[in-house]
C-alpha cells in the first residue's frame, strides 16, 4: 500500500480488526519510509455502484469523494468524522441498484447531514442545489429554521 504522504511504495500492518460489521476490515498500517501512520479499509466489491452524473456520463462510485465533500461541509464543526466515515463507506451498500444518479447522492447526504449539524447541512446543500442568488440561499436557511420550529 502506498503511503499517503510522502508515496513510499511499502507499508506495514500494524493492527487489522473487521469493521462495518464484518463487512470490511480496518487496518492501521505505518510506512516504512516515513514511520506515519493511516487507515486503510478493505471490503469486497462485486460490482461498482454506477453514478449517473447531471450532464450524463456514468462513473464509478467513489466513497472517497462523498466523504472528501461531507467532511468539507462539516469542517470546524461538531460533526463526527467516524459517523461521516460510516456513512460514505457503507453508501454503496445501502443503495438496492447496479445505478444511481448524483442528485440522488447528493439528497442521501443531505437527509443525513440534516440532524447532525443545520451548518454542515446548509453548506452541503450550498454546492449540491448550486443556489442561483442569494434569496434562495436565504429561502433555504428559513425553510431550515420553519421545519424546526415544526418539530
Known sequence: MRCPYCSAPDSKVVNSRPSDDGASIRRRRECLNCARRF????????????????????????????????TLASEKRPVDGDALRAFAYGFEDDVQAAEIRSEEIGRRAMTFLRPLDDVAY??????????????????????????????
Not at 122 to 147: M, N, P, Q, T
Open 39 to 70: 487507515t486503510t479499509y478493505e471490503r469486497a466489491q462485486l460490482e461498482p455502484l454506477m453514478v449517473v452524473k447531471r450532464s450524463g456520463p456514468r462513473e464509478a462510485f467513489n466513497p472517497d469523494k462523498l466523504l472528501r465533500g461531507l
Open 122 to 151: 446548509i453548506r452541503f446543500a450550498s454546492v449540491y442545489r448550486d443556489f442561483d442568488s442569494l434569496e434562495r440561499f436565504i429561502e433555504e436557511i428559513r425553510g431550515l429554521k420553519d421545519r424546526e420550529e415544526q418539530g
